[in-house]
Each structure stands twice: as C-alpha cells, then as structure tokens.
C-alpha cells in the first residue's frame, strides 16, 4: 500500500490499520519514559520514584480496562484472566522470553549508537543507562517483594535472584563470612554468544561497576561493591564475572 496517497486512518488497510496500533504502544512507551525522565530532571530521583509508584498503578488499570473490554478478556486483581489461566510453566516460559527480550533491546540500542557514533559513544551511553536502570530496577523489585529500605545482604541476596538478567543467564552465590558474599555469572549469555562467534570477551567492567554498585547501593546503602574480576579482566571459566557484597555500619 502506498501511505503517501492516504490523507486518514480509516484509509489505511488492514494490514497497515493494525501497523498503526502497534505503534501507538510504541508510542505510549516513549510518551511514559518522557515523562518520568523529566519529573526525575524537575524533583530528584527519589520524587520521581513516588510519583512513579503512583502513576504505574493508575495507568495500569486504566490501561488494562480499556484493553480487556475492546480484546475480550476479563481482569482478576489486576491480571489479565488468560495469564492466570496459563499453566505456571508456561508463564515461566513467558517471563523467560520478556526477559530475553529485554536483553536484546540493550543489544540493540548498544549497536544502534556504535554503527553510527562508534565504540566510545556506545560505552559511555550504556555505562549511563546501567547508572539510571540498576536502581530503578532495585527499587522494582523492592516494591514487588515489599523490602524494606535497608533490607541488607539477605535483601541483596533475594533482589538479584529477581533481576531480569536472573533468567538470562546463569548466576550463583558464594558464602564467605557474615558481613559479605561472593556474587558470581557463571555463565553470561552475551559473551557465550561472542565466545561462540570467535570473538574475545566484551570489556564490560565499566558497566559492571556502574550496575552493581548502583543496585547494590540502591537496595542498602550501606552495602559496599567490589569488583573481583570482570572483562576485560581474566578470569576462571567457572566465572564471567564475580563480585564481593559486603555490608558496613553506619
């Protein structure tokens, strides 16, 4: 279909009318990132979070209402009744691939800036973005498992079995004395690829100090992070990269 000769949307076609739906979500997403990004900008990080709590869970429901009587699906407490019909094994699957999902988002945002800006652009955009996503994601998760603010190294250790790259890739915890843990990716996902292709390890480590120490530092603040080995680093193949949790007084 030739767009340039369509002057309405009840012009398009079917194909291009349900094109044109998908991106208005697209847009919806963007629209809702602006926004919480300059509240962030007018009030603090901290304000915008409140606020953010606030409008995630009105827009939901509105959101998901409109979307449950024009698909025709019902809600339950807020869940769309197909899901809960779902057996739990298919929405682990489900939860795997949103999870992937997002992982290749970064990949392609990362390439995205690389292609036409080049390396440098591209590392110093995604230490950036780790800077702002590792404690919105703490402060996710803490809400979804009601943490309390200073939930400690049990609180750590519960957070990053709940992160996104939990069902990446394949990760572990190493005991080591009552103040502090090891945190270790056994397996990265990323670099497995890379590894598979021929290619040496991502120089990660800059962002890895961003992403950890932020998230860390965003479920305790007094929780100290420090890097025992990250790319380009060497490192044993039983770990990618490995990290020490330690809790300090106040």
């Not at 591209?122 to 919105?136: E, V």
């Not at 009601?146 to 394949?170: D, E, H, I, T």
């Not at 292709?197 to 998230?215: H, I, Q």
Request: proline share 4%; glycine share 4%.
């Amino acid at each position: 279909m030739d767009l340039s000769s369509i002057d309405t949307i009840e012009d398009l076609d079917h194909e291009h009318t349900a094109k044109l739906v998908l991106d208005m979500f697209h847009r919806i997403i963007i629209h809702y990132a602006f926004w919480f990004n300059e509240v962030k900008h007018q009030m603090g990080t901290e304000k915008a979070l409140d606020i953010l709590k606030s409008a995630s869970e009105r827009s939901f429901a509105i959101q998901m209402r409109r979307l449950s009587k024009t698909l025709g699906f019902e809600m339950k407490n807020g869940i769309p009744q197909p899901m809960l019909n779902m057996p739990k094994e298919s929405l682990i699957e489900l939860m795997d691939q949103v999870a992937v999902n997002w992982l290749a988002n970064d990949g392609v945002w990362f390439q995205a800036v690389e292609f036409t800006r080049g390396m440098n652009d591209a590392k110093r955009s995604n230490d950036s973005c780790w800077a702002q996503f590792s404690p919105f994601e703490a402060w996710a998760i803490k809400n979804f498992l009601n943490l309390p603010q200073k939930s400690g190294l049990q609180g750590l250790r519960k957070a990053l079995n709940f992160r996104m790259y939990a069902r990446v890739n394949a990760q572990s915890i190493v005991d080591e004395k009552s103040d502090s843990f090891i945190f270790q990716m056994n397996e990265c996902r990323a670099q497995s690829t890379r590894k598979r292709k021929g290619l040496d390890d991502y120089p990660c480590k800059s962002g890895g100090l961003v992403e950890y120490t932020y998230f860390a530092r965003s479920i305790d603040p007094r929780i100290h992070t420090e890097c025992i080995g990250c790319p380009p680093d060497d490192h044993p193949k039983e770990w990618v990269c490995a990290w020490r949790f330690e809790i300090t007084e106040d």
